[in-house]
């Protein structure tokens, strides 16, 4: 055990970098301390950037760096860096981005090779510790680096310029500019339906990620008249997602993603990210197609969430869920045999499950073929129908809810894979929306709940991370770890979600210092768009560069989330100056964001609603008119990407300054004790409709508002 790095480690926030305190390779967190002491000693630096969650991380601990030997060259060449990748989404960035345009392969861990100023100029991703599997081991690859650095330092060193060079100009999209041009989102959505995998849902082939963004673009241009096709794109891929073991068919919540073409093994980690997402995509699903399976689907979700990713008492989301409980395994926590099915089921019961989700003596799993993934591979009507002997569908259903119970508890009493409960801030806004979009959509008690609790992660949020000269930090708790641009705009969007769902004024004046905040420090007056480092950062040394992120990757690029952010505060402000940096940030991808496609949906998203501006469904009315209340579950059954449900009573009318300036000039007009429903675009609205099925008719016209 290394006695300096165990106390460097030991007082770190990360649980990953805490988890390396046993290792006897002498690490340093990201600072200046480790580059000064890189300059001083003229040592290259190694760069290990990886996740408690990420299992080949773990693998490449303990085989290289538990490794006696290995840790003595690395202790004797190189200053060894640890970064935890959930902590320090900027290094990573950076890195990947040059790493992958190094040796064409990106992910985690990553592996990098540094000059003391922290250019790369060599890394990869896993190695293992000995020459196998067609790559070099990692201790040749160390004494060949170190080799490389000493002797040939001009090499390097020219190396690494051009490539620090290389990845400037990708990472900050020079020449990217264009003229906006709303049409790209059809041809986005046209793009992805072309990937469209039509055996087994999803797009292109294994391994397969869920892409969030892309579905609500298909149900979005379904929804503006784009016919059926991206309709059955997208809810044939839900329902493929959703009945394959990517989905956690006991519990609920997604893992990372598919290894199979088939959604059916799992790489078996759950991030928050995936699963506040694929939570939107299956609610706005079942908003459109009406699929039951849809509903259930992200009610499985929440449950989920709830009971394990989240702090119930205090509000809060955890960051993720590991894949395995020790590196023997893989997924065995959430995998089953045969024998342990029927030893924890009456025999009637094993059965049904068995059928339902194709539990056999030999499984999927490679490292123990005796091992199932649940997947639904029998509908319930052909479980029953196989069975026969008067068992029913409603027997089979029941027989199933007992069944799952009974196999939950069992798994309970297994050793449960960690849980990094850091509270991120991006990612817990971007589950504060997902929360509220659910409120919205389930109605009664549960999306009573999930209101509740969407408002007091808001609030902890609001308490804990922000501050008005340096906004939102990028964690709740413990020492302050500044934010980035994704901090400001997902916690500036859920902020204004807040607002739609309460009309509490607090919520919408905390979404725009944080939107003028980004604005002030983030924002490229000269090219348009934004960088994910404030311009008052202190130097992170190593590679500085202004980088603007426009991928989904996979939580929606920050760039069009913040020209949706600015179109939103638009709509409620009149502002010119929000429309205005969201029109810059949209020109300052448009010669390039046709050519990421799939992955950049998101700014497909942010075209469209550009173009057609946002707009408002206000519902007046007494606080207990049945008919106001038709009108408001009319209105929150309908899909349209960037739409608003306001519920105006007169107690909220008489508030002072309780609306945005834009509903303060449209409303006092109204009568707000009558129960009638306005879709209104700024301060321009259509005429009241009274009854529910006009308003849906109305929400899913073509266009629905006119541009103001």
């Known amino acids: 055990m290394n006695e300096k790095?165990?106390?460097?480690?030991?007082?770190?926030?990360?649980?990953?970098?805490?988890?390396?305190?046993h290792q006897e390779v002498d690490w340093y967190e990201w600072g200046e301390e480790a580059f000064a002491r890189a300059r001083a000693e003229d040592k290259p630096i190694l760069l290990d950037i990886g996740a408690v969650w990420c299992h080949w991380c773990h693998v490449i601990d303990r085989e290289?760096?538990?490794?006696?030997?290995?840790?003595?060259?690395?202790?004797?060449?190189?200053?060894?860096?640890?970064?935890?990748?959930?902590?320090?989404?900027?290094?990573?960035?950076?890195?990947q981005a040059a790493i992958s345009t190094?040796?064409?392969?990106?992910?985690?861990?990553?592996?990098?090779?540094?000059?003391?100023?922290?250019?790369?100029?060599?890394?990869?991703?896993?190695?293992?510790?000995?020459?196998?599997?067609?790559?070099?081991?990692?201790?040749?690859?160390?004494?060949?680096?170190?080799?490389?650095?000493?002797?040939?330092?001009?090499?390097?060193?020219?190396?690494?310029?051009?490539?620090?060079?290389?990845?400037?100009?990708?990472?900050?999209?020079?020449g990217g500019r264009g003229e906006f041009d709303s049409r790209v989102a059809e041809d986005q959505a046209e793009s992805i339906v072309s990937l469209f995998d039509s055996r087994d849902g999803g797009f292109g082939r294994a391994p397969k990620f869920p892409h969030p963004a892309a579905l609500d673009l298909l149900l979005e241009c379904h929804q503006a008249g784009s016919g059926t096709r991206m309709l059955e794109v997208a809810a044939f891929t839900l329902e493929k997602m959703g009945s394959g073991g990517v989905y956690d068919q006991l519990a609920g919540g997604f893992h990372r993603y598919s290894v199979?073409?088939?959604?059916?093994?799992?790489?078996?980690?759950?991030?928050?990210?995936?699963?506040?997402?694929?939570?939107?995509?299956?609610?706005?699903g079942f908003q459109v197609a009406r699929e039951p399976l849809f509903r259930e689907i992200a009610e499985g979700i929440v449950d989920w969430t709830n009971a394990v990713l989240s702090d119930q008492s205090r509000g809060g989301f955890y960051a993720s869920q590991d894949a395995d409980q020790t590196l023997d395994d893989d997924g065995d926590y959430f995998t089953w045999t045969q024998d342990e099915v029927r030893a924890a089921l009456a025999p009637e019961e094993a059965r049904v499950v068995e059928l339902r989700y194709d539990v056999e003596s030999r499984g999927e799993m490679h490292h123990n073929p005796a091992k199932n993934v649940l997947w639904i591979a029998r509908s319930v009507a052909d479980v029953a129908k196989t069975i026969g002997g008067g068992m029913d569908i409603g027997t089979v259903v029941a027989t199933l809810a007992s069944a799952k119970e009974k196999l939950l508890a069992a798994r309970a009493?297994?050793?449960?894979?960690?849980?990094?409960?850091?509270?991120?801030?991006?990612?817990?806004?971007?589950?504060?929306?997902?929360?509220?979009?659910?409120?919205?959509?389930?109605?009664?008690?549960?999306?009573?709940?999930?209101?509740?609790?969407?408002?007091?992660?808001?609030?902890?949020?609001?308490?804990?991370?922000?501050?008005?000269?340096?906004?939102?930090?990028?964690?709740?708790?413990?020492?302050?770890?500044?934010?980035?641009?994704?901090?400001?705009?997902?916690?500036?969007?859920?902020?204004?979600?807040?607002?739609?769902?309460?009309l509490d004024k607090k919520y919408f004046d905390a979404a725009r210092?944080?939107?003028?905040?980004?604005?002030?420090?983030?924002?490229?007056?000269?090219?348009?768009?934004?960088?994910?480092?404030?311009?008052?950062?202190?130097?992170?040394?190593?590679?500085?560069?202004?980088?603007?992120?426009?991928?989904?990757?996979?939580?929606?690029?920050?760039?069009?989330?913040?020209?949706?952010?600015?179109?939103?505060?638009?709509?409620?402000?009149?502002?010119?100056?929000?429309r205005a940096c969201a029109e810059a940030t949209l020109e300052a991808f448009a010669g390039i964001a046709p050519q990421f496609g799939i992955h950049a949906a998101s700014y497909g998203l942010a075209a469209l609603l550009h173009a057609r501006r946002p707009?408002?469904?206000?519902?007046?009315?007494?606080?207990?008119?049945?008919?106001?209340?038709?009108?408001?579950?009319?209105?929150n059954s309908v899909y349209r990407f960037g739409k608003a449900v306001l519920r105006v009573t007169p107690e909220r009318m008489a508030a002072p300054d309780a609306l945005a300036p834009a509903l303060a000039e449209t409303l006092p007009h109204l009568r707000a004790d009558v129960?009638?429903?306005?879709?209104?675009?700024?301060?321009?609205?259509?005429?009241?409709?009274?009854?529910?099925?006009?308003?849906?008719?109305?929400?899913?016209?073509?266009?629905?508002?006119?541009?103001?």
């Open 64 to 95: 290289s760096y538990e490794n006696p030997q290995l840790a003595a060259i690395i202790n004797r060449l190189f200053v060894p860096v640890k970064v935890d990748r959930d902590e320090r989404p900027d290094v990573d960035a950076r890195y």
């Open 260 to 284: 199979d073409e088939r959604w059916c093994v799992p790489h078996f980690e759950k991030m928050s990210y995936d699963n506040s997402e694929l939570l939107k995509n299956f609610l706005h």
């Open 615 to 635: 707009f408002e469904v206000v519902i007046t009315g007494a606080s207990e008119d049945p008919q106001a209340a038709a009108l408001e579950t009319a209105a």
């Open 413 to 502: 009493a297994r050793p449960a894979p960690f849980v990094d409960t850091t509270l991120y801030v991006a990612w817990n806004a971007m589950f504060v929306s997902a929360y509220l979009d659910a409120a919205a959509v389930f109605g009664g008690e549960k999306g009573e709940a999930c209101r509740d609790f969407a408002l007091k992660t808001l609030d902890r949020m609001l308490g804990e991370a922000w501050s008005d000269a340096r906004g939102f930090a990028h964690r709740m708790g413990g020492a302050r770890l500044e934010g980035s641009l994704d901090d400001q705009i997902f916690a500036g969007i859920a902020l204004l979600d807040a607002y739609e769902a309460t």
């Open 5 to 21: 790095s165990e106390g460097r480690l030991a007082r770190a926030a990360s649980p990953y970098l805490r988890s390396a305190v």
């Open 513 to 578: 210092r944080a939107a003028d905040f980004a604005i002030a420090e983030y924002f490229d007056t000269q090219g348009g768009g934004f960088f994910d480092r404030a311009s008052g950062a202190p130097p992170m040394g190593g590679l500085e560069l202004r980088r603007k992120p426009l991928q989904d990757s996979p939580t929606p690029g920050a760039n069009s989330s913040a020209a949706i952010l600015l179109d939103r505060l638009h709509g409620y402000t009149g502002d010119a100056r929000y």
């Open 102 to 174: 190094l040796s064409g392969q990106g992910g985690w861990p990553l592996t990098g090779f540094l000059l003391p100023d922290g250019r790369p100029f060599f890394g990869g991703t896993y190695f293992p510790p000995e020459d196998a599997m067609g790559r070099p081991g990692f201790r040749r690859i160390l004494e060949a680096v170190a080799a490389g650095f000493r002797d040939r330092r001009a090499d390097v060193e020219e190396a690494a310029s051009r490539l620090a060079e290389a990845v400037a100009n990708a990472e900050t999209f020079a």
């Open 675 to 708: 129960a009638q429903a306005l879709v209104c675009v700024g301060t321009t609205c259509r005429p009241p409709v009274n009854d529910p099925a006009a308003l849906v008719a109305l929400l899913r016209q073509k266009p629905v508002v006119l541009s103001a």
